[in-house]
DNA sequence: TAGGCCCATACCGTGCGGGTATCACCCCTG
DNA sequence: CAGGGGTGATACCCGCACGGTATGGGCCTA
């Protein structure tokens, strides 16, 4: 029973993703019949089969799909545990914190005004990025500190930080007749025939069905939303997508949606512990002076 | 920028337990000199000095505290995509709950008793572990579920359900004075001369300095309490404890216990989910008819 | 100063991971 | 129905990286 090794791990990875050894021994830049073998050596020291190979190319068995969660997540960690280590060798280096491009703008600005004030607080570089990547980022460890939204955001495996909670709105054309309005609820919002909500794509690249259109990026979205094309719902502070066409109209009966600060549950840096201490005593402090 | 192999991680965590070349390399069945060329080559690797060496032995570097945590980390998630995988090999392979022993009892005969009644719900192994082991167990996959406490253990990582809020007693021997007071604080009890807290030992089985007897059981430590020598804190209803030379007396300012059902934060067998939304409703149902 | 106790270096053998060539199988297609 | 293309599996060989033995070189202690 002894142990993986993290180059069987990454064999089996790239097999499941492409579901193809030819394509898979590429990717890791290898000859097909080594990456054949690991795979089979691996099948039989687990005692389990992983895929079910045709003339087609392979498909995940039940364990396969299991080994690909697990093996994800172990690799995350190795990964991590490399860059931290390094970091830990270099004292002076600046923590890196992850946030969606565009969203809580003003949070964040507030968050490096207060860090900065600190004279015994770290040095602190952003790294913005595209929705749903900052939980990557931290279980890689290219991060150490990430921005993100309960319950929108998948939090499973961090420590948080409340720092905000707040409404959200709809952000129409303002050309449409709900720009007139006031106040809308989700229900009439969720389907409106004329802005179907836009779709994004799923981790493979493929997108869902429906009448929305495909988008990648916010700035994307912002445009499609100007264009009369999609409306979309979020948080009341994400300036990101405020074009000039643009109406934001509150949704009064939309979850609300916590800003978080969050970080690998096992931190113990002192450096990342002062931060978020500084944190805390800013969200506190936010109570009395309204933000915006 | 290649990735770390676990034999790697092994070899450094080993090192750095021992803090000794040569007792490492016989725990890992291998000779001295290899793992010094391995452990150098992995300190140029990742341009990180991990260990200062000296004539009698090695001492971690920061660098080499944050690997070895984050290897351990890392190695449990290694050696728990193996488990994990091998187990769902076997779809009728029974779940493992692991729990303290004695802590929790009739909570936990009514989850099992729960879990029985459905007929859909997968076999359950009840996995008996002393103090602080279940997370241990959770994260290298050698279990499915824990009984947890809350905030006695350290949660970090893991999703949790809460099952029951309970307030403390002291165990205490029924000749002392103690035993007459229907209610105490934590102040009177914290410091009894004349019952001194145990001590447990820490990870490297080291015992920390003070008055209290040492001790590795629970058994041993009930033993204590009935002969007289100590008292101890605990939930209302760890009934694993009580001897009939025994008497509960509630601590009225003690923080009360949450008993959490907790299981890996990214887990997603159904198996596993029925036995949570199970656990749930039996919690929701619970509030009406008083445990015990 | 001799000896013991560390870890590092030098040098050598071998097992395993990877490469090339080829096979076996299935499906499609003309 | 036969042939070709595309899939993963097998056979065989090679090189290197990992592990072993022998030895060196500090640094204490007796």
Avoid: N
């Avoid at 990875?13 to 990717?27: N, P, Q, S, W």
């Avoid at 080594?34 to 079910?52: H, N, Q």
């Avoid at 905000?164 to 106040?183: K, N």
């Avoid at 978080?260 to 002076?289: E, M, N």
């Amino acid at each position: 029973m002894d142990d993986l090794e993290t180059r069987e791990l990454r064999y089996f990875v790239a097999v499941a993703e492409e579901l193809h050894f030819g394509r898979a021994a590429e990717r890791l830049g290898i000859a097909q019949p080594p990456l054949s073998r690991a795979i089979s050596a691996l099948e039989r020291r687990l005692d389990v089969r992983l895929l079910e190979r045709d003339h087609r190319g392979a498909e995940l068995t039940d364990a396969g799909a299991v080994l690909l969660r697990e093996a994800r997540i172990a690799l995350d960690a190795v990964a991590a545990a490399a860059r931290r280590t390094r970091a830990a060798g270099d004292p002076e280096r600046p923590l890196v914190l992850a946030t969606k491009a565009g969203a809580s703008h003003e949070l964040l600005q507030r968050l490096l005004d207060a860090w900065a004030g600190e004279p015994t607080a770290p040095r602190v570089e952003v790294l913005l990025c595209e929705v749903g990547e900052q939980a990557g980022l931290l279980r890689r460890g290219r991060a150490d500190l990430a921005i993100m939204h309960r319950p929108v955001d998948d939090l499973a495996g961090f420590a948080t930080e409340d720092l905000l909670t707040e409404g959200q709105v709809a952000i129409v054309p303002g050309t449409h007749p709900l720009a007139e309005r006031h106040e809308v609820t989700l229900a009439e919002v969720q389907h409106v025939p004329d802005l179907p909500i836009a779709r994004w794509p799923r981790l493979d690249g493929t997108y869902p069905e429906g009448p929305g259109p495909e988008v990648r990026t916010q700035s994307q979205l912002a445009q499609l939303v100007a264009l009369g094309r999609t409306l979309l719902v979020i948080p009341a502070s994400s300036r990101a997508w405020q074009w000039p066409e643009h109406v934001a109209v509150p949704v009064v009966d939309a979850p609300p949606i916590t800003t978080v600060l969050a970080w690998p549950a096992h931190a113990r840096s002192p450096r990342l512990a002062s931060l978020i201490r500084a944190a805390t005593r800013l969200r506190v402090g936010a109570a009395a002076p309204p933000l915006s």
